[in-house]
């Protein structure tokens, strides 16, 4: 099975994860964001590291707790719709973008 590949951008920095053999195809969300709480919680660790944010940066722009960030990020919780929208919006806002799926 080939491994998908979930790219965002950073301005010209191109970050990929590779999803293994064990999560099959990335399915996305109409937000373009993984559904999955584990790939969530990977593009959106990947997503913050990229923009140089830290956790309580991150915490602040979305007005909700670092330890709500953290137990997102570790994939721990599913956030709420509202929370994830919110963590979305802000690293949208950093300049992150939407996640791509490639090949």
């Given at each position: 099975?080939?491994?998908?590949?979930?790219?965002?951008?950073?301005?010209?920095?191109?970050?990929?994860?590779r999803?293994?053999?064990?999560?099959?195809?990335?399915?996305?969300?109409?937000?373009?964001?993984?559904?999955?709480?584990?790939?969530?919680?990977?593009?959106?660790?990947?997503?913050?590291?990229?923009?140089?944010?830290?956790?309580?940066?991150?915490?602040?722009k979305?007005?909700?707790?670092?330890?709500t960030?953290?137990?997102?990020?570790?994939?721990?919780?599913?956030?709420?719709?509202?929370?994830?929208?919110?963590?979305?919006?802000?690293?949208?806002?950093?300049?992150?973008?939407?996640?791509?799926?490639?090949?």
């Open positions: 099975m080939k491994a998908e590949r979930l790219t965002s951008r950073v301005g010209c920095v191109v970050i990929s994860m999803f293994g053999e064990k999560s099959g195809a990335v399915s996305l969300g109409s937000d373009g964001w993984p559904t999955d709480r584990q790939e969530f919680a990977a593009a959106v660790r990947e997503a913050r590291k990229a923009a140089s944010m830290s956790q309580v940066e991150l915490a602040e979305v007005d909700i707790s670092e330890v960030i953290r137990s997102i990020e570790t994939g721990r919780t599913k956030p709420a719709a509202p929370h994830r929208q919110w963590v979305i919006t802000a690293l949208t806002q950093a300049g992150q973008g939407s996640p791509k799926v490639k090949p």
